[in-house]
């Protein structure tokens, strides 16, 4: 039997599944957010890392998720 490589999609997200503790309503918040996205994705991580004050993997990563909405805007190309 072979074995079935992860693509890279699946690896950002079971290390996402990972960094909410194995919380499934967490990780789907996170990789719904995320959409396969590498910005989204360090943001999130970033924005994780720094909501340790708050109660909860879920109310952690809605926390993450904030912030890497807010932190998005600097990464905008501006139009012409």
Partial sequence: MAIT???ELQ???LEIFRLVQ????AAEK???FIGGDKLKYELFK????R???ETGVVAR???AIRTAEEA???FQTPTS
């Avoid at 194995?22 to 309503?25: H, P, R």
């Avoid at 970033?46 to 890392?49: E, Q």
């Fill in 5 to 7: 490589e992860m693509t």
């Fill in 11 to 13: 690896a950002m997200n």
């Fill in 22 to 25: 194995s919380d499934t309503a």
């Fill in 30 to 32: 996170a990789i719904t």
């Fill in 46 to 49: 970033d924005g994780y890392t």
């Fill in 51 to 53: 909501a340790m004050g």
């Fill in 61 to 63: 990563a809605d926390k």
């Fill in 72 to 74: 998005l805007d600097l």
